[in-house]
Each structure stands twice: as C-alpha cells, then as structure tokens.
C-alpha cells in the first residue's frame, strides 16, 4: 500500500497484530518475544526502532514465528506460546545505504518544528540503523526507545513505594511542552560460528 510509510503501518493492518505508538507489537494480545531482521536480532528488545523508522518500500516480507523458542538449546525441550517476528529485505535494497528524512514545521504562538532523518543498512554480514529525531510539539521522542522483552530492560524496577501521579485526561502532546532530541546508533555484525556482535548507542 502507497499509504504505507513505515513498517508498523503494514504490520497493523496483519490479522491479530496490534502495534501500540511505541511501536510495541502483541499478537493475538500476546506480547512478541523477539523481533527479527533477516533472522537477525540487532535491536535487542528495542523493536520500537525498526517498527516506526525502517521504511516499508524496503521489506519484502513479514514472517510470523508461532510458538518461537528464541533460545536454541531449549528448542526441543522448552515450549513456547509466544510469536516472534522476522523481516525479509528486498533483494534490490540489500547492501545499499537508504535514507528517509522529514521535515515539519509550522506555528501557534511560537514556531514548532518536528524533523526524523533514518538511515539503514542491511547486508549478509551485517546490519546498520541510526535515528535521529527533534521537535518541539510535545511529541514523545524517547517512547521508542523502551525495550519490550527481557533482554536489556532500560526502565529499571521500581524500588520506592512513591505513588506516581497519574497522567492528565488530555493527550500526551497537549501538555509536554518540550525540546526534545534523540539519537540512535545500532550496529550487528555477523561472525562465524553462528556469533553475533551487536553495538547499540542511544
């Protein structure tokens, strides 16, 4: 679909999944275990990345894993009822540097500004995504950023009992009031042996 900007805007309208505007995906309501590019897991948890940067013009296929065990030695002794999934790239967009860029800006009582620029690399050995994002219209740059399953849980557990106020009725945009910046450098590099080096700055 033309409409389509995103991989997460594909992978809503995909039977039982569901993308929140982190970019968190469940499946079948179930939050998914792992999230693939090329069989690759170069994110690390930190899906949100891929579902709301990497352009939908550069994937082939999505693949839904059922019942995906992402531990290989518990394959065959340890079930799973999660779902995993895996992007396919293009062959024509496989060892080619892309880049996707926008630029908004406008005013209401002040000027307001809101610019993304992505820059992605997908090859056999390895795997490259950098994201910069900025704005100034109270848009949540760093809600992307969490990551979904257990492999480097970046909130950290709550210690204190302090109770946290609860958030306004009205959107999240209409109250932050914001200059916010984020950028991200993630990095995999595919070695022998099945060995994988990952390098991901936020």
Do not use: C
Not at 3 to 30: A, E, F, R
Not at 136 to 147: A, P
Not at 159 to 182: C, D, K, L, W
Request: charged letters at 20%.
């Amino acid at each position: 679909d033309k409409k389509d900007i995103v991989i997460g805007d594909v992978l809503k309208k995909m039977p039982g999944i569901d993308v929140q505007g982190s970019g968190q995906i469940t499946y079948k309501g179930k939050p998914i275990n792992k999230f693939y590019i090329e069989n690759l897991d170069m994110l690390q948890g930190r899906y949100g990345i891929a579902t709301n940067n990497i352009s939908a013009n550069d994937i082939a296929t999505v693949q839904v894993l059922e019942n995906h065990q992402p531990i290989k030695a518990l394959e065959k002794t340890q079930f799973s009822n999660d779902a995993a999934i895996n992007l396919k790239i293009k062959e024509g967009k496989k060892g080619i540097f892309s880049m996707m860029a926008m630029l908004g800006l406008g005013t209401d009582k002040s000027f307001l500004w809101q610019e993304e620029v992505t820059g992605m690399y997908f090859a056999k050995g390895r795997q490259h995504l950098f994201t910069y994002k900025t704005n100034n219209n109270g848009t949540d740059v760093n809600k992307e950023l969490r990551s979904f399953t257990a492999d480097n849980l970046i909130g950290g557990l709550q210690m204190t009992g302090v109770q946290q106020p609860s958030p306004p009725s009205i959107r999240f945009e209409r109250y932050n009031f914001n200059t916010s910046h984020a950028a991200t450098a993630n990095n995999l590099f595919k070695l022998k042996n099945d060995a994988e080096v990952n390098a991901n700055l936020i």
